[in-house]
């Protein structure tokens, strides 16, 4: 049975707050649950503070999330969409909300500099503890509305429930598939003659080759229709992948408990793309078999 099959009834999950750019996440959602054949559900939590809040406020709050329920609806009228507004964490509540979601989509703000406060308090919180995968949509992102999907693959068990939302994201858009492996390669014995290290450069490239064809291949049996380019980058993570993410429709990223990349937590990797990537970017829970349209392997 599908992962497809399996999750059907699940919900596409969208957060928001009173800023501007809650409508871009809100329009982002309701094209991914459209896409997938799902409901949307808005989400707006007023946060917990010492005083409790006034009537008149929550009338407010709630009015808000009405008309970001109404421009999801316009965006994609066929879609049923409800909307829900708590007096919560906001994190907490998507959180929980994750739990019987098909995934949860969040406003990434103006990424980059003041945007780490917005992403320590929710969306940061949000990646690292949700059990679906998290879509962060930046302000600012360029996205394409033609580009491939790209797809960070490393040879560890977190990379594989990325690698098969990534090929069911591709395979659903009618679009390439980019597999970005990055690697580093500290420089072999200095006394090492040319020859030699061009020998030792060649044999690390074939290793980190095979390692993403082992990940790829039995996906591109999978996802026959999906037109996969590999690309190995010798470079840190984060770096490379914000590269990549440049003129794509989305990336996909996958988490490794707290982390993504080996020896690399959320913070520096995850966190890092999410704050500079020119797309959404989908950050994919260790073993996730929710949404991919084929079971995590």
Known sequence: MSTQDTHADLPVVVGVDSGQSAGRAVEEAAALARRWGRSLRVMHATGLTIVPWTDEHLVRVAAHTEQCRERARKAAPELAVTAVTEVDDPAAMLVAASRDAAMVVVDGGRLGQAGAALLGSTADK??????????VVPLAADRSATGPVVVGVDAH???APAVAFAFAEASRLGV???????????????????????EEHARVVEEHRLVVSEMLAGYRDDFPDVRVTETLEHGHAGTTLVQASRG?????V???GLGGFPGLLLGSVSRHVVHH????????????????????R
């Open 176 to 198: 390439p598939l980019v597999a970005v492996h990055s690697w580093w390669w500290d420089e072999p014995n200095v006394v090492l003659v040319a020859h030699d290290l061009d």
């Open 277 to 296: 990537a020119h797309c959404p970017v989908v950050v994919v829970p260790p073993g996730d078999r929710r949404a991919t349209g084929k079971a995590a």
């Open 248 to 252: 794509a429709q989305l990336l996909v």
């Open 126 to 135: 949000v990646m690292a503890h949700a059990e679906c995968p998290v879509m």
């Open 254 to 256: 996958g988490r490794r």
């Open 157 to 159: 068990e977190h990379s």
